[in-house]
């Protein structure tokens, strides 16, 4: 291959190279946290990848934000969404409120392996040989429903009391039952530590330190802890962006680097699964699904979508986020997400690719 042919391959690759960043906005971003919507960068594919399913399932509209290395590479809205648009975001509140529970842990005032009787003396036997770390990876044992979840006229305190009236449904520790209850018991101990509600244990643990303004559990003293918050698009990004930088945001430290990995781990590692919502079985954190791992079985990807399919993601192979914010049945929407991840992972990669290109020697 003679210079000449050489020189001129290099500028044709450094060319699509430019142009393939400029396109995804990692060759401008912004930095520090997204805060302006018109300057995010349209991306055609995944435009084109939202676009059709707002129209083809009749969403009504939607949004979408993703981060990558701290910085906005996409955000826009969809039909009649705004950027403040709140919708409730169901399951995905787990993600939420197990981050809000860990900052105990984090104080020393809970522990994750002590049994619950230490803060709830009354509970005796199994039930008060239930962990923390039980509780918030769906394997204590409790059934995963209990209509007091629903109900706003009591406690959080009188809520736990009727879920331990019915008792549980195995030994703590040797299934995997996805649902809501656990959650409830879980926060009811951090009421108690803590000595505050949990409306306002969040708000200073969660809500105003990583500026969630617009999120909420509802005016109601007895909060649904696993599925009952609604946010924004922007509120939620700021919570997985503390994730992703390993418990820091805004230069502030949220949550210990081990906790934050420890909510990553296989909890449920050999447990059998009485029930998932899942197809693939894949495995749990304490808060979120763990839905990609490498071969040393480390989280890549982890999710926590909702039944409405508010649908929130971290990569961290890729260090990269994403949220996906709309209102409608989560079957519809698994599709969407699905080839959502999917094509920002292959535009990541493919930037990757063509930039490693340019090392022509």
């Known amino acids: ?63 979408a934000l993703l981060m990558r290395d701290n910085r906005v590479i996409y955000k826009k809205t969809f039909g009649k969404y705004t950027v403040d648009t709140v919708v409730p975001i169901a399951s995905a509140t787990k993600w939420i409120s197990a981050s809000t529970i860990m900052t105990l842990v984090d104080d020393g005032r809970l522990s994750l392996d002590a049994p619950i009787s230490k803060y709830l003396p009354k509970l005796t036997g199994q039930e008060g040989s239930i962990t923390l770390r039980q509780l918030l990876s769906h394997t ?77 559990y509802g005016d109601t003293k007895n909060p649904r802890i696993a599925g009952g918050a609604s946010s924004t698009l922007q509120d939620y990004t700021n919570l997985l962006q503390m994730h992703l930088n390993n418990g820091v945001f805004n230069g502030k430290r949220i949550l210990s680097a081990q906790l934050v990995e420890e909510m990553q781990r296989d909890q449920t590692r050999g447990v059998p699964i009485s029930y998932t919502p899942h197809k693939d079985n894949r495995h749990y954190g304490l808060g979120a699904w763990r839905d990609m791992v490498d ?3 480390k989280a890549i990807q982890l999710s926590c979508q909702g039944a409405f399919g508010f649908s929130p993601w971290i990569d961290r192979q890729r260090n990269l986020l994403g949220v996906f914010l709309v209102r409608n049945r989560w079957r519809t929407v698994i599709p969407t997400v699905d080839q959502l991840q999917k094509t920002v992972r292959d535009l990541v990669d493919s930037k990757r690719a063509a930039v490693e290109t340019l090392d022509v020697s």
């Open 1 to 63: 291959m003679n210079r000449t042919f050489r020189r001129a391959s290099f500028l044709l690759l450094a060319g699509l190279a430019f142009m393939f960043v400029s396109l995804t906005g990692c060759l401008r971003p912004l930095k520090g946290q997204p805060q302006a919507t018109d300057a995010a960068v349209d991306v055609p594919v995944v435009t084109r990848t939202i676009e059709s399913a707002v129209n083809k399932d009749r969403l009504g509209g939607a949004s």
């Open 295 to 297: 071969p040393n079985g």
């Open 140 to 216: 204590s044992g409790l059934p995963g429903q209990n209509r007091c979840l629903a109900d706003n006229s009591i406690t959080l305190e009188e809520c736990v009391e009727r879920i331990f009236k019915v008792g549980l449904r195995s030994d703590p520790g040797t299934d995997f039952g996805y649902g809501g209850v656990s959650y409830q018991v879980a926060a009811r101990l951090a009421e108690i530590v803590s000595g505050k509600s949990w409306n306002a244990l969040f708000e200073e643990k969660i809500k105003q330190p990583l500026n969630m303004a617009n999120t909420t």
